[in-house]
DNA sequence: CACACCTATTCAAAAAGTTGAATATCTCCC
DNA sequence: GGGAGATATTCAACTTTTTGAATAGGTGTG
């Protein structure tokens, strides 16, 4: 049940749709937690059946009609109070990991190609990052929006994705330097 | 079925008993995947099941007999497999993010505690890792070791553990620093 | 000599997450 | 005008993960 604090988190930022989180929780926008469209449905059904988030039909002409879901004054309470709760350790599950670790005894060229793919999608990753980053300076500088904005918290957790794929681009590249090397020693 | 992976790949080190495992896959000592020991002895039943390793029971004086696992031909062989299949997106899941980003309407001082919380085991987890990496060295230059040692993929994942358990202390630091500026202004 | 913690494993229920499919309309591009 | 892709949601089966127990002797500390 820790979803709902991750959507909590989300509707932070105003009203939105089941299909607006998916798009945010999906794998090429994840900041720390993904879900699927159908979890977050299901999620969202549970959440209003406790009183969390409101929904609101909103009809539309040429497209489907949609909920948009927001925040109660209860599931604020209840944000709040997780934010509070002790800690549980993250759960990391880096498949890659896994491959590099095992590439002495795997298909070293897949491997390879496995952390050139990483590489690539952390740079797309820290495109969009940037691009969300100017928008939510909106002209300020660093300083000025930390010292000023309403809501510092979405930032700072920008700052922590733009440093992991910043880190990932860093020590992929070392990895595939130290892999071609063994490559040519074989040879 | 992803943890028969990390299983595998861990087994590449040598015989293990579930237990060994089980504390590999610790929260607190995990490299890149997690587990709870019964979620391994369960997995090493049916991996013993499908031939992917083999059990070999050592009868112990003042404890309990154990079970030493290995990788059979049939589990090197998927290991090999599995690297070269197509990578799926790592699921990323930090509560402490999910709280960082709700800070704004959350208890910011339980959120400010949960970072030094974090910053912390990130101390204690690099302190194990330069430990383990000098063990790997055993005395040779890092450069030496990449180009002579058998296995490197060990080392590369460790390479990457210690980045980002590094790259938690700064952005940690960072975050608190934020933090406390903020709470500074209110007052 | 308690008490906590380490070794070593097993069982089972409950919660959560994944996968695959289906529906229906709209817009954009070639 | 045909196909891809976006909008918007729902159902259901399945697998995986989490959580809480239980067992049982050994070691180390105050």
Redesign the pocket.
Known sequence: ???RNAVMAALLEGEA????L??EFDASVANFW??????L???L?RMEAEGLVRARVVE?????????FSLTEAGRRQLREFTAEPL?PG?I?DELMVKVRAVDAGDAGAVRAAIAERIAWAEAKIARWERLRTRLLAGRTEDEFLAGAERIGPYLTLLRGLAFEEENIRWGRRALAVLDRRAAAVQ
Do not use: F, H, I, V
Request: a positive charge; proline letters at 6%; charged letters at 40%.
């Open positions: 049940m820790a979803l749709s089941g299909y607006d998916a798009k993904m879900a699927t469209p159908q979890q449905y299901r999620e059904d539309q002409e040429r497209r489907p009609n949609k909920r948009l549980r759960a599950r």
